[in-house]
C-alpha cells in the first residue's frame, strides 16, 4: 500500500525540527531511519499530515566519551554503527551486542538509536538494554532540554516520556558496568525477539545486579526478585568472587515469576515466562564468563 498524502521538511536543525513540531500542533512525526515509521505509513496505521526529517541535523550521529568514562550518543546513531564503533565496544559493549540482534543489515544500516528509543516497541532490544544500563534519554522541546531516567521513559507499548512536540536529542551512559550479559530468542535471524534479558553488573558501593526483560511485558521489565536474588552474589563479585552456576539458576527462576507475558500467535505466555528464566540464566553465566575472561587477562 501507499501512505496517505503528507507534507515534508527536511530539518536542518534541532530548533527548526523542533518548531515544525509545535506548529503542526502534535500531528507531526519526526523522520529518524524510517524503518519503523514508513512500514507504518504504508499500512496506513500511522497517518501524520506533517514528516520531519532530522536527518540532515549536524551533530545527531557523534559518539563522544565523557570524561567520568561514560558515553554520550546522538539520537541518529545508526544501529549499524553501534554495533561497530570501537568507542561503543568499549565503553557500552552490551550496546554494541544487543545492536547487532537488530534486524538485517539493510535495517540496522538505517534504523537510529533514537528512533528505536522513541519508537519503545516491548519486544525491541535497545529499549532494555538502555534500562539495565541506568542510561538517561535527554528530550528538547520548546521549554528547552530535560533528562529522564530510562526506566521512568518507556510507559508502555509504544509509549514514552515525549511529549508530542519533543525529540530526542541524545543518550547519556554511565561509565562501563563491572560485567554484562544478553541472551535472546528469535525464531529466525532478524526476527524480532520471543524475548530477552540483558544483565548488568553496576559500579557502586555495594555493586548492584540490573536485570531487563524485553518481549515479556507492555515495556522493558525490571526482575526484581532476580535482582535480589543476587544481591550478595553480587557483592561478592565485586570483591573478586564468582557467581555459582546455582545462584545464576535460581536467578532465573525467580525472573520467570517476576513477568507476566502475553501470549500471541508466536508464542505462548508460558513459553515466554520460561524463556525468561532460562534467557536469565544465560545472560547472567555470559556476564560471569566475561568477567572472569577480563580479570585473567
Ligand atoms: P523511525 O521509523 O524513523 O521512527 C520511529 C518512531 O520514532 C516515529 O514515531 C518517529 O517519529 C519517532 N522518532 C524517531 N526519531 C526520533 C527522535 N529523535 N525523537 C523523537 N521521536 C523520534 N527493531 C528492533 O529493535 N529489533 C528487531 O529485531 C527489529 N527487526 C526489524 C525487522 C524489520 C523487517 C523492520 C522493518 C524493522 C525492525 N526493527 C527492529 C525496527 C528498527 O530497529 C527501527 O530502526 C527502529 O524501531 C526505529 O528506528 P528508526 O530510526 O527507523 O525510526
Known amino acids: 500500500m ?14 527548526e525540527a523542533l518548531s515544525a513540531l509545535a506548529a503542526a500542533g502534535g500531528e507531526a512525526r519526526l523522520l529518524a531511519g524510517g524503518q519503523s515509521l514508513v512500514p507504518a505509513m504504508n499500512f496506513r496505521v500511522a497517518r501524520p499530515p506533517l514528516l520531519v526529517d532530522i536527518n540532515a541535523i549536524p551533530g545527531l550521529d557523534a559518539i563522544r566519551p565523557t570524561d ?20 561503543v565496544a568499549e565503553r557500552a559493549p552490551l550496546l554494541a551486542e544487543a545492536a547487532r540482534h537488530i534486524g538485517h543489515r539493510a535495517i540496522r544500516n538505517r534504523g537510529t538509536l533514537g528512533g528505536s528509543l522513541a519508537h519503545a516497541d516491548p ?3 535497545l529499549p532494555a538494554v538502555v534500562v539495565a544500563l541506568g542510561a538517561e534519554p535527554r528530550l528538547a522541546g520548546p521549554g528547552g532540554e530535560r533528562g529522564v531516567a530510562a526506566d521512568a521513559f518507556f510507559r508502555g507499548p509504544l509509549l514514552t516520556a515525549l511529549d508530542p512536540e519533543e525529540m530526542l536529542v541524545e543518550l547519556r551512559l554511565p561509565a562501563p558496568a563491572l560485567a554484562w550479559g544478553f541472551a535472546e530468542l528469535a525464531r529466525r535471524p532478524g526476527d524480532y525477539a520471543l524475548a530477552g534479558v540483558a544483565a548488568v553488573l553496576a559500579r557502586g558501593t555495594p555493586p548492584r545486579a540490573r536485570l531487563v526483560a524485553f518481549g515479556a511485558g507492555p515495556r522493558p521489565l525490571r526482575l526484581p526478585s532476580a535482582e535480589h536474588v543476587l544481591g550478595d552474589a553480587v557483592e561478592r563479585v565485586g570483591a573478586g568472587g ?15 515469576a517476576d513477568v507476566d507475558p502475553p501470549s500471541d500467535v508466536h508464542a505462548s505466555a508460558d513459553y515466554r515466562r520460561h524463556l525468561v528464566a532460562v534467557l ?3 545472560a547472567l553465566l555470559g556476564a560471569f564468563d566475561r568477567l572472569r575472561a577480563e580479570r585473567r587477562s
Open 280 to 282: 536469565t540464566e544465560r
Open 123 to 125: 519486544a525491541a532490544e
Open 242 to 256: 564468582e557467581l555459582d552456576v546455582e545462584t545464576a539458576r535460581r536467578a532465573g527462576a525467580a525472573a520467570g
Open 68 to 87: 567520568g568514562g561514560g558515553l554520550v550518543l546522538g539520537a541518529l546513531v545508526r544501529h549499524a554503527a553501534l554495533a561497530r564503533a570501537p568507542l
Open 2 to 15: 501507499k501512505p496517505a498524502p503528507f507534507r515534508y521538511l527536511r530539518a536542518g536543525s534541532v530548533a
